[in-house]
Nanobody, 117 residues
Framework: VQLQASGGGLVQAGGSLRLSCAAG????????MGWYHQAPGKQRELVAT???????VYADSVKDRFTIFRDNAKNTLYLQMDSLKPEDTGVYYC????????????WGQGTQVTVSS
């Protein structure tokens, strides 16, 4: 299984980034997927999910600013991040999510997002 996030970078507050997660070795279209955020010194937390049917759910901290979407033909998960805030800084990871809410696979490579004030 490969889960490789990319697209991070340094951006000013109020700016935008689009993250991508290329998935390999899984039946991507069948999996519920999510984006996780790990802020410096804090635990990893789930911020956005998309079901295999396209239903999306967001944490309050990112609601109305982030958009999760997927392209099953490309086995790729995306996170459009708008109106970025300094507290969005951290490493972002993707993973599939079990119906229990737990992650399904081992963690892959994350991508660093840094938002300057």
């Amino acid at each position: 299984v490969q889960l490789q996030a990319s697209g991070g970078g340094l951006v000013q507050a109020g700016g935008s980034l689009r993250l991508s997660c290329a998935a390999g070795g899984i039946i991507f279209s069948r999996d519920h997927m999510g984006w996780y955020h790990q802020a410096p010194g804090k635990q990893r937390e789930l911020v956005a999910t998309i079901s295999n049917g396209g239903i999306t759910v967001y944490a309050d901290s990112v609601k109305d600013r982030f958009t999760i979407f997927r392209d099953n033909a490309k086995n790729t998960l995306y996170l459009q991040m708008d109106s970025l805030k300094p507290e969005d800084t951290g490493v972002y990871y993707c993973n599939a999510i079990l119906t229990s809410g737990l992650k399904k696979y081992d963690w892959g490579q994350g991508t660093q997002v840094t938002v300057s004030s």
